[in-house]
Structures are given as structure tokens and as C-alpha cells.
Nanobody
Framework: QVQLVESGGGVVQAGGSLRLSCAAS????????GGWFRQAPGKEQEFVAS????????IYSPSVQGRFTISRNNAENTMDLQMNSLKPEDTANYYC?????????????????WGQGTQVTVSS
């Protein structure tokens, strides 16, 4: 069993930065890929970024590539998402997931555990 709790959301102006953190409990988190997804009101869930279990390979959605960076600290059971150059279209509820695999994946069905999310609002 893995429990995930996100933090770090808030309101920021366009062009600003936020750093989201996902704190995990449970032994399997550090041996599984992790990911960040988001969902805006009235829109479908959207993949943001995923990182492999070692933390040395990652993939990103084209919409955030070059602006967001995913990282993890397995010793502390945490996974972060550094978000720079934020845009109003980045406004959404962001939540982290722990996958059933150890390699990064953008497929929601590959994630077994999810957090409740943290709200990010970017004003123009």
C-alpha cells in the first residue's frame, strides 16, 4: 500500500514558478516509476511528466517540455515537480501517482496509487 500527499500548489502570476512535492508512504514507492498528472475543470485528465524508479530518466508532455522538471528523492520517499514560466493554461488540479512499473509511463492505467491533488492557479 502506498499513500501519496501533494503540497506546494497556490496562486501565481503568469511567468512565475511553483514547486510541487509528493510525499509517499510505503516501501514500494522507491522501486516504482512516478508521475504527475493534472485536470482542469471541464477537461480530461492530462499527463504532465513521469520519472523512472532510479530518477535518471523522465518524459514530459509537449505542453510542459522545457518548462517543468520532475525529480525524486528515494531516500526521503518524495517526488517533486518544478514548474517555471507558468501560463494560465497550466491552471489545474495537479496530482501525483505511483506506477505498477519501474519505467516511466504516460499511461494513467499503469498507475495504481494516486494522491488527492493540489490546486495550481496561474493568473494572467
Amino acid at each position: 500500500q502506498v499513500q501519496l500527499v501533494e503540497s506546494g500548489g497556490g496562486v501565481v502570476q503568469a511567468g512565475g514558478s511553483l514547486r510541487l512535492s509528493c510525499a509517499a508512504s510505503g516501501r514500494t514507492f522507491s522501486s516504482r516509476a512516478g508521475g504527475w498528472f493534472r485536470q482542469a475543470p471541464g477537461k480530461e485528465q492530462e499527463f504532465v511528466a513521469s520519472i523512472n524508479w532510479r530518477g535518471d530518466e523522465a518524459i514530459y508532455s509537449p505542453s510542459v517540455q522545457g518548462r517543468f522538471t520532475i525529480s525524486r528523492n528515494n531516500a526521503e520517499n518524495t517526488m517533486d515537480l518544478q514548474m517555471n514560466s507558468l501560463k494560465p493554461e497550466d491552471t489545474a488540479n495537479y496530482y501525483c501517482g505511483s506506477s505498477d512499473t519501474n519505467y516511466y509511463t504516460a499511461t494513467p492505467a499503469a498507475y495504481r496509487y494516486w494522491g488527492q491533488g493540489t490546486q495550481v492557479t496561474v493568473s494572467s
